[in-house]
């Protein structure tokens, strides 16, 4: 059974940063897509940061430059260090597994996902 758990989400101002953490369980662990979405109210969920079981990243344009996804396989966690947080990157993130469908080169479809983190960020 696979089950992806997210944290490390809050309320910064715009400017700081933060740093969620994804543990996942279930044996897919670096074998698959794993990455990272969000979803503002009223808006679609939309793919951020993705890392493919070869090592090859992706992220949105509108956070390139200030995301770094990364994974320590030991742990069997994914990381997204997010900084100069904008308000605009208000949302919930989710961490998510396995991807149906990729738009923009990152996943915007996975197969598993997890409850998600609140990240807000003020002006």
């Known amino acids: 059974q696979v089950q992806l758990v997210e944290s490390g989400g809050g309320s910064v101002q715009a400017g700081g940063s933060l740093r969620l953490s994804c543990v996942v369980s279930?044996?897919?662990?670096?074998?698959?897509?794993m990455g990272w979405l969000r979803q503002a109210p009223g808006k679609e969920r939309e793919g951020v940061a993705s890392?493919?079981?070869?090592?090859?990243?992706t992220y949105a344009d509108s956070v390139k430059g200030r995301f770094t996804i990364s994974k320590d396989n030991a742990k069997n966690t994914l990381y997204l260090q997010m900084t100069d947080l904008k308000p605009e990157d208000t949302a919930m993130y989710y961490c998510?597994?396995?991807?149906?469908?990729?738009?923009?080169?990152?996943?915007?479809?996975?197969?598993?996902w997890g409850q998600g983190t609140q990240v807000t960020v003020s002006s």
């Open positions: 890392i493919e079981s070869d090592g090859r990243l």
């Open positions: 998510g597994a396995v991807c149906d469908y990729y738009s923009g080169g990152v996943c915007s479809r996975p197969q598993y």
């Open positions: 279930g044996r897919i662990f670096g074998r698959y897509y």
